[in-house]
């Protein structure tokens, strides 16, 4: 199998991550990385002697040999390191979020479609077992019809200075929730808090509501007790609980729900209904436990070859974006309602 000649761009925590799967993986083999750090370098040159290593973008792009790219820098620099790599003609992965504005994501998105490029985004979590399991079981109504969902992203640590809690950490859940549930939400509120430093959100709540009236609430935050990685889907037959944190039971079935009670007899008016709760067993399914980013680059690489389309592509990165950009606005404007406009053409946050 031919594999694709693949850059990695940054070599910090996460870029280390990406560059031993880009050489690992079956559909791409890794050409070399760039970073200008020299620190950064002679880790790389250590862990992949022989891959090059680069100090900028242009000796990358000068490079015949690299196919594609991915970017594993700071969300501020996605945009402009990313429409360079577009303009020179090369397939791009972007680490999540896509850019920090909806506008910087769209013209990414124009670009790559312009140019008939792939352009795909790092939500790593839906190469994960566990959401393609819990996918699998709202996609085939095992839980009945979804009533509401919500998700906890919370530790303590890795505090950044350039982005808040909610651009580091909301983008894998709001890609997730809109992966679930096959929509994008029209409407968001939300709180953030910012106790370390000032002007930037240590924690966040949001409430969002998607157009088939399902409701959902994240709640982010890296100053908490506990490492949490929790996601919770209500159906009205069945519930489920989805954490991340448990390597051996990450998905748990709860066959539990509220029910009208029909042993207590006819009901003469809408009133008189009982309703009864209904406490059932708890299943676990055996989720085969898969590196979620080595099966997220070989999509890159299939995709980035023609192959089967990736669901994380920027179109989806995009109503990430927008999601962010609008529970940011609310936030900073005391939890007043956003609703996201998705025109055809127009895309814009109406306040
Ligand atoms: N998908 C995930 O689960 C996940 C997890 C962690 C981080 N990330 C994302 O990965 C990206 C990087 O995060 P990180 O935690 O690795 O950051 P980091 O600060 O640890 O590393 C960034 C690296 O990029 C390098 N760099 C900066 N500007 C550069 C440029 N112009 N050219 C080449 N290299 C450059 C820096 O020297 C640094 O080594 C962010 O977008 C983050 O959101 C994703």
Same mark, same amino acid.
């Given at each position: 199998?031919?594999?694709?000649?693949?850059? /990695?761009?940054?070599?910090?925590?996460?870029?280390?991550?990406?560059?031993?799967? $880009?050489?690992?993986?079956?559909?791409?083999?890794?050409?070399?990385?760039?970073?200008?750090?020299?620190?950064?370098?002679?880790? %790389?040159?250590?862990?992949?002697?022989?891959?090059?290593?680069?100090?900028?973008?242009?000796?990358?792009?000068?490079?015949?040999? $690299?196919?594609?790219?991915?970017?594993?820098?700071?969300?501020?620099?996605?945009?402009?390191?990313?429409?360079? $790599?577009?303009?020179?003609?090369?397939?791009?992965? /972007?680490?999540?979020?896509?850019?920090?504005?909806?506008?910087?994501?769209?013209?990414?998105?124009?670009?790559?479609? !312009?140019?008939?490029?792939?352009?795909?985004?790092?939500?790593?979590? %839906?190469?994960?077992?566990?959401?393609?399991?819990?996918?699998?079981? &709202?996609?085939?109504? *095992?839980?009945?019809?979804?009533?509401?969902?919500?998700?906890?992203?919370?530790?303590?640590?890795? &505090?950044?200075?350039?982005?808040?809690?909610?651009?580091?950490?909301?983008?894998?859940?709001? !890609? &997730?929730?809109?992966?679930?549930?096959?929509?994008?939400?029209? *409407?968001?509120?939300?709180?953030?808090?910012?106790? =370390?430093?000032?002007?930037?959100?240590? /924690?966040?709540?949001? !409430?969002?509501?998607?157009?088939?009236? =399902?409701?959902?609430?994240?709640?982010?935050?890296?100053?908490?007790?506990?490492?949490?990685?929790?996601?919770?889907?209500?159906?009205?037959?069945?519930?489920?609980?989805?954490?991340?944190?448990?390597?051996?039971?990450?998905?748990?079935?709860?066959?539990?729900?509220?029910?009208?009670? !029909?042993?207590?007899?006819?009901?003469?008016?809408?009133?008189?209904?009982?309703?009864?709760?209904?406490?059932?067993?708890?299943?676990?399914?055996?989720?085969?436990?898969?590196?979620?980013?080595?099966? *997220?680059?070989?999509?890159?690489?299939?995709?980035?070859?023609?192959?089967?389309?990736?669901?994380?592509?920027?179109?989806?990165?995009? *109503?990430?974006?927008?999601?962010?950009?609008?529970?940011?606005?609310?936030?900073?404007?005391?939890?007043?309602?956003?609703? =996201?406009?998705?025109?055809?053409?127009?895309?814009? &946050?109406?306040?």
């Amino acid at each position: 199998m031919t594999t694709i000649g693949t850059a /990695v761009i940054g070599y910090g925590y996460w870029g280390v991550n990406l560059a031993r799967n $880009v050489a690992g993986a079956d559909s791409t083999h890794l050409v070399g990385v760039c970073d200008p750090d020299p620190d950064r370098q002679a880790v %790389l040159a250590q862990n992949h002697p022989d891959a090059d290593v680069w100090s900028n973008l242009d000796q990358v792009l000068a490079d015949e040999r $690299v196919e594609a790219v991915v970017l594993a820098t700071p969300a501020s620099t996605h945009h402009g390191l990313g429409m360079d $790599v577009l303009r020179a003609n090369r397939h791009l992965m /972007v680490e999540k979020p896509l850019s920090e504005t909806v506008a910087h994501a769209q013209e990414l998105v124009d670009e790559a479609d !312009s140019r008939g490029l792939l352009l795909m985004v790092g939500h790593t979590f %839906l190469y994960s077992n566990p959401v393609k399991h819990l996918k699998n079981w &709202i996609d085939t109504r *095992e839980l009945g019809a979804v009533q509401y969902l919500y998700s906890q992203r919370l530790s303590l640590g890795r &505090i950044r200075r350039d982005t808040n809690a909610l651009w580091n950490f909301a983008p894998h859940d709001i !890609s &997730i929730m809109n992966h679930l549930l096959g929509e994008t939400p029209v *409407e968001v509120t939300a709180k953030g808090f910012s106790f =370390i430093q000032q002007g930037i959100d240590d /924690v966040c709540f949001a !409430s969002l509501t998607y157009p088939s009236g =399902i409701g959902a609430n994240l709640h982010v935050s890296w100053i908490d007790p506990r490492k949490t990685r929790l996601m919770t889907v209500v159906g009205d037959e069945k519930m489920a609980i989805y954490n991340d944190v448990s390597a051996d039971q990450p998905l748990w079935m709860v066959d539990s729900g509220v029910a009208r009670d !029909s042993t207590l007899g006819e009901y003469e008016s809408l009133g008189d209904f009982q309703w009864r709760t209904r406490a059932g067993d708890i299943s676990i399914p055996r989720v085969p436990m898969v590196e979620p980013l080595r099966a *997220e680059i070989n999509a890159f690489g299939v995709a980035a070859a023609g192959g089967e389309p990736v669901p994380t592509d920027g179109r989806h990165g995009l *109503e990430v974006v927008q999601v962010l950009a609008a529970i940011d606005a609310s936030a900073q404007d005391g939890g007043r309602p956003v609703s =996201i406009d998705r025109g055809p053409t127009d895309v814009a &946050i109406a306040a």
